[in-house]
């Protein structure tokens, strides 16, 4: 039976593979279009202007940053779990 700290662990870490999986996607896609010469992403919602490619691959960076926030805290929580079984 598993406790709550290992579920949280559990959770957490997938939290952690999804941002990071989706982020290196958003990442990738927006890396790869600047490479081919794009610049920005037309928007006409809103604001006028389009919206730079450099700043959505900076988002999906922090996304990134994120997942790994979210591993972070699952490894903690899982270390946490096993030291207090042997106590």
């Known amino acids: 039976m598993s406790t709550g700290n290992e579920d949280s662990a559990r959770s957490h870490a997938v939290a952690g593979i999804w941002y ?8 990738t ?4 279009l600047m490479r081919s010469g794009v610049r920005e ?6 604001y006028a202007g389009a ?5 959505l691959a900076g ?11 979210q591993l972070l805290i699952a490894f903690i929580l899982k270390v946490r ?3 207090n079984r042997k106590n």
């Open 20 to 27: 990071i999986g989706c982020g290196g996607f958003f990442c």
């Open 59 to 69: 988002i999906a960076a922090i996304i990134i940053f994120m997942g790994f926030v």
């Open 29 to 32: 896609v927006a890396l790869l």
């Open 41 to 46: 992403v037309p928007y006409h919602g809103g």
């Open 81 to 83: 779990e096993k030291t």
């Open 51 to 55: 919206i730079p490619l450099e700043f």
